[in-house]
Antibody, heavy 124, light 107 residues
Framework: QVQLVESGGGVVQPGRSLRLSCGTS????????IHWVRQAPGKGLEWVAA????????NYGDSVKGRFTISRDNSKNTLFLQMNSLRAEDTAVYYC?????????????????WGQGTLVTVSS | DIQMTQSPSSLSASVGDRVTITCRAS??????LNWYQQKPGRAPNLLIY???SLESGVPSRFSGSGSGTDFSLSISGLQPEDFASYYC?????????FGGGTKVEIK
């Protein structure tokens, strides 16, 4: 079955960096775009970033643009999120999620499988 | 960026009730609208995509409608497992913004 497993979360000081990973299995990873979505404690969902099936196209939310970088390694079925210049407001559970559409049909019809999330806490 | 406004932010209902949640986009998004359910401590779950298409495995009591800027999610015959938070999301153009969410609570 489809599985996505995030790792790399933890407590980090403001201004520092952190790299999240998302290992996947059960589907053709190189055929699908993948997203990062976050949720601050007690708050709603916020879309963070997405990367196309081949890694050529990337999109970011306004609040992370210029600080976060999404990437993928199709040979290892793994997604990454490099987070730099972290702020207190980046504190959240970070989910990776598989796009519902294949190849160029990505970013149109939502995300259909999610990981369990990894908590990032930015605090001094 | 496209802003998504959901209403109400919360509602109380009883088992068996019909519930409707609305979502409004700040500009026309055709039918590029998705609905998710999230239970406490769990990842969200896709219910509806393309405004009205039921995701595989989702009970038929869930339905979506709308096009352009105004959309709705309805649950006919609310079940105990439906008490959760619901989010709309536009997928016309990045950033793929979510609505603020609607929490459905037991009356």
């Amino acid at each position: 079955q489809v599985q996505l497993v995030e790792s790399g979360g933890g407590v980090v000081q403001p201004g520092r960096s952190l790299r999240l990973s998302c290992g996947t299995s059960g589907f053709s990873f190189s055929s699908y775009g993948i997203h990062w979505v976050r949720q601050a404690p007690g708050k709603g969902l916020e879309w963070v970033a997405a990367i196309s099936y081949d890694g050529r196209n990337k999109n970011y939310g306004d609040s992370v643009k210029g600080r976060f970088t999404i990437s993928r390694d199709n040979s290892k079925n793994t997604l990454f999120l490099q987070m730099n210049s972290l702020r207190a407001e980046d504190t959240a559970v970070y989910y990776c999620a598989k796009d519902r559409g294949r190849y160029l049909e990505w970013m149109l019809w939502g995300v259909d499988y999610w990981g369990q999330g990894t908590l990032v806490t930015v605090s001094s | 960026d496209i802003q998504m406004t959901q209403s109400p932010s919360s509602l109380s209902a009883s088992v068996g009730d019909r519930v409707t949640i609305t979502c409004r986009a700040s500009q026309t998004i055709s039918n590029y609208l998705n609905w998710y359910q999230q239970k406490p401590g769990r990842a969200p779950n896709l219910l509806i995509y393309a405004a009205s298409s039921l995701e595989s495995g989702v009970p038929s009591r869930f339905s979506g409608s709308g096009s352009g800027t105004d959309f709705s999610l309805s649950i006919s015959g609310l079940q105990p497992e439906d008490f959760a938070s619901y989010y709309c999301q536009q997928s016309l153009s990045p950033p793929l913004t979510f609505g603020g969410g609607t929490k459905v609570e037991i009356k």
